[in-house]
């Protein structure tokens, strides 16, 4: 599986991300400026956490309108699979491949701490290889984490198993406790916790999830093979 | 001419910023406020003289970029 990450001004993510690809599908994801206009083939493609931007106007918004990402909401909408992460995942509401809004920390701090989720979808092409696993711990760290979506969108998201996590404990006032989501398709994942930054017990040690990222990276190896 | 562009939160979508600001006051003594909602204010200087194309091309900046309609509503105001 060839993948990318995605490269903006103020990404810090991007190499925890090309870190966890090259583990986890043995080759070095290709790293993408975000001023490139078209994304080289590829099977799968990350958009990593940071601060885009200096999360000028609102968090991803202008990252969002960037060439590279015009060119991933096409590719999107032909079925390439893509994941945002924590900025990435402000992106990808920004660019409107995914519904809602990714607000203000309800408590007004930036919250940095191992977060417990719960896989509410363990049959989405980015959670099948936890197989059956319903706890992980993902590391979290950011100050525009509440998802805010209208009533309607978080019905239709409920019903349609589209809330893929969901925070055990939430840190930041999302509605729904929603920590993560995709689209319709299922092949567009956003989600605030950081599974790139557990995948190396170096890093992240057993009580704070571990290698608990990896399986979430090999659940798309398998679904792209 | 120039637009200015008031961008806030929807009424309803909770403003853990604005409910902070409300209570200071209130620590300040100022008793009087009841509810504070934030917002941004966006200042563009444009070249055209026409303020009606005008209004349309900023509503559209804002629908595009400048707003997230999903959280916010936003007021655009033309003066000369």
Known sequence: MQSAVIVFPASNCDRDAATALEKVTGRKPLMVWHEETTLPKVDFVVIPGGFSYGDYLRSGAIAARSPIVRDIVKKAGDGLPVAGFCNGFQILTEAGLLPGALMRNKGLRFVCRPQKLQIVNGDTMFTKAYKGITEVTYPIAHFDGNYYADNDTLRELRKSGRIVFKYIDNPNGSLNDIAGICNEAGNVLGMMPHPERAVDPLICDSGRGGTDGIALFKSVLEAVR | ?80
Do not use: W
Not at chain 2, 19 to 34: D, P
């Open chain 2, 1 to 80: 001419m120039k637009a200015i562009i008031h961008i806030g939160l929807k009424p309803g979508v909770l403003d853990p910023q604005g409910r902070t600001i409300a209570r200071s006051l209130a620590h300040m003594g100022f008793e009087g406020v009841t509810k504070a909602r934030q917002g941004k204010t966006i200042e563009l200087d444009l070249s055209s003289d026409n303020a009606e194309t005008a209004k349309l091309e900023v509503e559209k900046m804002c629908k595009q970029l400048l707003a997230n309609t999903v959280i916010e509503d936003y007021q655009i105001e033309i003066v000369e």
